[in-house]
């Protein structure tokens, strides 16, 4: 799962819509992703 936009500093200025979408997740399918995130931090897919 990840945002649907980039959270940083700058949301003072931006539009309410684009604001809405910080809140939302949305499942990732993409390989590449799912690749880089593994590699990133391997210790997320390891339970308890």
Known sequence: MRT???KSHNRRKKQTSTKRLFSEMIVVDSTGIKRRV????PYLDQKG
């Open 4 to 6: 649907k936009q980039g």
């Open 38 to 41: 593994e590699r990133l931090a």
